[in-house]
């Protein structure tokens, strides 16, 4: 699978794919100390040619991305609210794939069930999922 890891934070995600047979992994976080931690375990765990990491913000990197992946994982800040707009990003620029799934995590005060693509919502804990399929907006 081709997966993009968005909000990566410390990479841990991004590695765990990898480990469970991923092809490849995108990692994106706009923080130097996250992209240069992700950077030195990819390294330790000699997986440089699996793992891209990209310091940049989310949402200019979506802006101008328009690859698509067999799965997306987001992650954001809970309290930043941006998750709707990542998520119409997303399904706009085609980034997932057609057999995609794309999972958002955020805390119980983001509803994001009205949103093109919508499937599933799962809770752990305190700590909600929504989870997307691809959706072509051309459709509409």
Same mark, same amino acid.
């Given at each position: =699978?081709?997966?993009?890891?968005?909000?990566?934070?410390?990479?841990?995600?991004? *590695?765990? +794919? !990898?480990?469970?047979?991923?092809?490849?992994? !995108?990692?994106?976080?706009?923080?130097?100390?996250?992209?240069?931690?992700?950077?030195?375990?990819?390294?330790?765990?000699?997986?440089?040619?699996?793992?891209?990491?990209?310091?940049?913000?989310?949402?200019? *990197?979506?802006?101008?991305?328009? =690859?698509?992946?067999?799965?997306?994982?987001?992650?954001?800040? +809970?309290?930043? &609210? *941006?998750?709707?707009? !990542?998520?119409?990003? !997303?399904?706009?620029? &085609?980034?997932?794939?057609?057999? &995609?799934?794309?999972?958002?995590?955020?805390?119980?005060?983001?509803?994001?069930?009205?949103?093109? &693509?919508?499937?599933?919502?799962?809770?752990?804990?305190?700590?909600? +999922?929504?989870?997307?399929?691809?959706?072509?907006?051309?459709?509409?």
């Amino acid at each position: =699978a081709k997966v993009l890891d968005l909000c990566a934070g410390t990479g841990n995600v991004s *590695f765990e +794919f !990898i480990s469970r047979g991923a092809e490849s992994v !995108i990692a994106v976080d706009k923080h130097f100390k996250c992209v240069q931690f992700m950077n030195v375990l990819a390294k330790k765990f000699e997986v440089e040619e699996e793992v891209l990491i990209i310091k940049s913000d989310v949402l200019r *990197f979506l802006a101008k991305h328009n =690859a698509a992946y067999d799965i997306i994982f987001c992650d954001p800040p +809970f309290a930043e &609210g *941006f998750h709707e707009e !990542i998520v119409k990003l !997303i399904q706009e620029n &085609g980034n997932l794939s057609e057999d &995609g799934i794309l999972i958002v995590e955020h805390g119980q005060e983001s509803d994001l069930s009205h949103l093109q &693509g919508f499937v599933e919502l799962r809770k752990y804990g305190s700590v909600y +999922f929504s989870i997307f399929e691809y959706y072509d907006p051309s459709q509409d």
